[in-house]
């Protein structure tokens, strides 16, 4: 219930699958997020189709009287498409096999990205969090651009040592990110490196720019903007008008999606 990694071994019938999913399930009742597409809030793993149709089933009966309780199940043995179609949308909960998993997410009919985690804080990705996120480090690539890894932050370090404590790690970079600004090239070094431990800023700013997908060049509120043109045009019912401003963001590789709940966009791939 608290958000820590449990380890727990018991017999068969003893109650393991609830001792996971009814936190879980609790978890998902008192932040209820609508799911992104192609992605799953809640992942669990089972190395058997027959253990996968138990968990998925046991989700449905704990989650019961959650209305609506979204749970997709992904195995081997059956027909892939029925799959990729109950992720399309998003689901709360996805049990899979390891193998089928891998399988939708090489036809990208899965992203991991919108995982939702709760460990000591919750921690709720969305694609306004990953946006902000991708600005950071965009802003961290060009802060370090020119530094040598120097020596690991210890405030970091001992953060990451005390049981992965990712949040308070993260905010002793922010703080070496804040004395870079101001010009300290050790404080620089400093946060490539620990940065680099982490995984992040291996890339040369050059590999990196190119490695960015083309969202990042377009100008965001820009195309809010657009769509806002666009949905007055229609409530005018100047349909041309509105054809013309969806023809304009297509030619920027943006695709519009109308749908009862308003308007949304992404980057046609």
């Known amino acids: 219930m608290q958000g820590r990694d449990v380890i727990g071994i018991a017999q068969t019938g003893t109650g393991k699958t609830a001792a996971f999913a009814l936190p ?3 978890h998902l009742y008192t932040k209820r997020l609508r799911p992104e597409k192609k992605s799953c809030r809640v992942l669990v793993l089972s190395p058997t189709r027959e253990l996968s149709w ?10 019961r009287h959650m209305r609506p309780l979204s749970v997709a199940l992904a195995i081997g043995g059956v027909p892939i498409n029925s799959q990729v179609r109950s992720l399309a949308h998003g689901v709360e909960v996805l049990v899979a096999t390891p193998g089928r998993l ?10 991991f990205a919108m995982l939702q985690t709760h460990y000591r804080q919750p921690i709720n ?11 950071n480090l965009d802003h961290w690539v060009a802060l370090t651009a020119d530094a040598q890894p120097g020596y690991l932050c210890a405030d970091a370090l001992d953060a990451l040592l005390d049981d992965l404590n990712t949040p308070k790690a993260f905010a002793a970079l922010h ?3 804040g004395e870079a600004v101001k010009g300290a090239k050790p404080a620089a070094a400093c946060l490539k490196a620990s940065a680099q431990l982490i995984g992040l800023l291996h890339m040369p ?3 990196w720019a ?3 997908p083309a969202s990042l060049a377009i100008d965001e509120s820009t195309i809010v903007n657009q769509i806002d043109a666009r949905n007055a045009a229609r409530k005018a019912k100047n349909f041309k008008e509105a054809d013309r401003i969806r023809d304009e963001l297509a030619a920027m590789s943006v695709e519009l999606k109308d749908s009862k709940d308003g308007t949304t966009w992404e980057i046609a791939r």
């Open 102 to 111: 891998i399988d939708l997410h090489d036809q990208g009919a899965i992203s």
């Open 210 to 212: 190119a490695f960015r």
């Open 24 to 26: 879980i399930l609790n």
């Open 54 to 63: 138990q968990i998925s089933d046991s989700f449905r009966a704990y989650g």
């Open 205 to 207: 700013a050059a590999a």
């Open 175 to 177: 703080e070496l990110r």
């Open 125 to 135: 990705w969305t694609v306004a969090g990953l946006r902000e996120a991708q600005k």
